[in-house]
């Protein structure tokens, strides 16, 4: 059995002697729980909470190890050693790069890094001289701890439709909302009538994203026991996240992308009273305002900050069970109401008229538009009189909502 296996038949575990508590008290119809009761309930669910904290990191953990970091670099008229093939040449060029400096690549190390990021810039509309600061497109392994972490911080990055693109340039993105026509009989001989399709158009731009400077010490730097690329890519990531999370879910779309829970279509509007609660037909009406065409599609689920989540679990049905439901398969994700359920704190808690808990298809209703070519810059003088070397990486991107009618947001009452 896996660690992960072991986590989540402890979680099973852990469930089921909550339910039993709560189904002996429903049998013998009784309202409050004995002392010991109450405590070993209280117990079982934080055992729960543990574990599902620790089944998400293992998880993501497994999803990092099956990603296959080869053959992602196209080294242009670079030759390959017959022994090493061309992304492992690149991923070992780029680790001298970053210990010891562009000064100490070897001739066929420079070309090779050279050729690839030029290759990228030179496919975005920029001239094939330019270097942007030294800066060198970064191998896939590290662009992919860069991305795990980002939909680590911004939930809705992982659900979002993401779309890559090998350049920069204004992106137009139409859309066409045909269901309000309707086919009808026509009589024999008859002249049909017409209904044009009406398109929109809107646009994606790229906004840069940049990690500002991270500063490691010459003598790190330039140990081969430290892991130099792990750090630097979490620590790209991690600020990077942080920034386009905020805007993913609430950008403003002015100079930033606009976010999902900017102006979402409100699906249920909670009862007054209920400016931080939801209620259980609250969350069912909001399922059914989004168009069974999208829930049968399989795609839907659940967004909400984690302060959300906490209020949400604590809902019963009108038989007394729990809304939420811990998974008992790897794999698997906990539902709600049989949905999957994504945390992202850069959306609204519960509050006065806040959009607090989004559902819907947000691969339809939500575009995220990355282009390609994340680069990291190495200071090696800046910081010499401290034997420090500095580093930053960027990233450009885009996102705005999609599909109106794919995503619908409840929203706390306003007295």
């Known amino acids: 059995m896996t660690r992960l296996q072991r986590l989540i038949a402890e979680r099973a575990t852990a469930w089921a002697a909550a339910q039993d508590i709560r189904e002996r008290v429903e049998r013998e119809q009784r309202v409050d729980l004995t002392t010991d009761e109450d405590t070993a309930y209280t117990a079982a669910l934080d055992t729960v909470e543990r574990l599902t904290k620790d089944i998400a990191t293992e998880e993501r953990a497994e999803r990092l190890s099956e990603v296959d970091y080869r053959g992602v670099i196209d080294a242009g008229d670079v030759a390959p050693d017959a022994d090493e093939d061309v992304a492992a040449q690149y991923r070992a060029a780029f680790d001298t790069y970053m210990r010891r400096g562009a000064s100490k690549l070897t001739d066929a ?86 209904l044009d399709l009406s398109f929109t158009q809107q646009s994606l731009a790229a906004f840069t994203y940049t990690s500002n400077l991270i500063r490691v010490s010459l003598e790190l730097a330039q140990d081969s026991a430290f892991d130099l690329e792990a750090f630097v890519a979490k620590k790209i990531g991690q600020r990077i996240g942080r920034a386009v999370a905020a805007h993913l879910a609430t950008g403003s779309g002015a100079g930033q992308p606009k976010g999902i829970d900017t102006a979402p279509t409100t699906g249920k509007t909670g009862l007054a009273g209920q400016t931080t609660t939801v209620i259980y037909d609250d969350l069912v009406d909001l399922i059914h305002s989004v168009d069974a065409a999208y829930r049968n599609g399989g795609n839907c689920r659940f967004a909400m900050a984690d302060l959300s989540l906490a209020v949400v679990r604590k809902l019963k049905d009108t038989q007394g069970h729990p809304l939420w439901q811990p998974s008992v398969v790897a794999g698997v994700p906990d539902t709600l109401l049989g949905y999957g359920v994504t945390v992202d704190n850069g959306l609204p808690a519960m509050a006065v008229s806040a959009k607090s808990i989004l559902f819907g298809d947000f691969n339809a209703g939500y575009i995220v538009r990355v282009v390609r070519g994340v680069e990291v810059a190495r200071l090696s003088e800046r910081f010499a009189d401290q034997r420090q070397v500095g580093f930053f990486g960027f990233m450009r991107l885009d996102a705005k909502p999609d599909d109106a009618a794919a995503v619908k947001a409840y929203v706390n009452s306003a007295t």
């Open 109 to 194: 190390q420079e070309r090779l890094l050279e050729t690839a990021s030029a290759e990228l810039r030179t496919s975005s509309g920029q001239s094939e001289g330019t270097t942007t600061l030294g800066g060198f497109t970064v191998p896939q392994s590290f662009l992919v701890k860069i991305t795990e972490t980002l939909k680590a911080y911004g939930g809705i990055f992982g659900v979002a439709n993401v779309i890559e693109t090998t350049d920069g340039r204004t992106l137009p993105w139409p859309g066409n909302d045909d269901t309000g026509n309707v086919g009808s009989i026509i009589g024999e001989n008859a002249a049909d009538s017409t």
